[in-house]
């Protein structure tokens, strides 16, 4: 680790090096689904910081209302990067993942502890995993100038038949955008669980030393996300990074303290959602 990326990395993860993301985000993307739990961003944002996870993950229009609560005990700011247009069930003519101007600027000056930016890789779209890849690099750069870690997030999408794209859960695909990753200089990688969660370890392996946040993905029930967080937490994660699974949840600072007792204290399944109910 960079002497010069500590100080963020210090605040983004714990004394053992773990680390709950909650990622708020979703807004940036334009699509209505998303909103859902967060329509009232000061509220949502001021119950997960009551909550206390490590990092709430914001756009740069939303950050502000993190670093406006007074205290020094407030999570960390993850900032996101980029822009996309990728998740809607009917897919536009031109896809893109756009860099916001001076990202890097903009996460210094908002004192973020990291900032994020996809690496997406789609069917038949190699053009968007072209700019990806470039936007990585692009922001390496000016990371390294300002000493601020780069979470680049490579997410592996599969063809509905429907239209649009849904998670692709295959590890064979999985671990090598993990690895692309890492080669382009990611000092945390945000990926993707994978069908079986006891391989996970593999995915872990691949990335060489650099830690791995888990997404959350869809809402799903709260005996599967507590099982899938404590089965990745064994295969060795250094934390989670979810976001309906919390804001969508009907006691988001419940399932926040539910979750940080798994990734920081190795509750288990039963464990956690006894505190989910309290």
């Known amino acids: 680790m960079s002497l010069q990326l500590k100080p963020r990395l210090n605040r983004m993860f714990s004394a053992q090096g773990k680390c709950f993301d909650v990622a708020v985000d979703h807004g940036f993307f ?4 998303f909103l859902a739990g967060i329509e009232n961003m000061k509220q949502a944002i001021a119950t ?15 950050a502000g209302h993190l670093q406006s609560i007074p205290g020094s005990q407030k999570p960390g700011l993850v900032l996101r990067t980029d822009v996309a247009n990728i998740y809607g069930s009917v897919l536009p003519r031109f896809l ?22 996809n690496l997406l890789l789609l069917p038949n779209q190699p053009e968007l995993h ?19 870690p780069l979470m680049v997030e490579p997410l592996v999408m599969a063809s509905q038949a429907e239209g649009g794209y849904m998670v692709d859960g295959d590890i064979h695909k999985i671990m090598p955008l993990v690895r692309q990753a890492v080669e382009l200089g990611a000092d945390v990688i945000k990926a993707d669980p994978c069908e079986r969660v006891e391989e996970y370890h ?15 993905g869809g809402r799903a029930s709260d005996e599967e996300i507590m099982n ?12 989670i990074v979810y976001g309906r699974n919390v804001i969508q949840h009907p006691n988001p600072a419940g399932m926040t303290k539910a979750l940080m007792s798994i990734v920081h204290h190795g509750a288990s399944a ?9």
């Open 96 to 117: 893109f993942s756009e860099l916001i101007d001076k990202a890097i600027e903009h996460a210094v000056r908002m004192d973020a502890v990291s900032v994020c930016v």
């Open 270 to 278: 039963e464990q956690a959602q006894a505190l989910l109910t309290q």
């Open 202 to 216: 593999r995915v872990i392996e691949v990335a060489s030393g650099i830690p791995v946040l888990v997404r959350g």
């Open 48 to 62: 997960i910081v009551e909550a206390g996870p490590n990092c709430i993950q914001l756009s740069i229009g939303q």
């Open 30 to 33: 334009n699509e209505f689904g």
């Open 228 to 239: 899938r967080t404590v089965e990745l937490m064994k295969q060795g994660a250094s934390g």
């Open 130 to 148: 072209y700019q990806c890849t470039k936007n990585v690099s692009l922001l390496k750069t000016e990371c390294e100038k300002y000493g601020m």
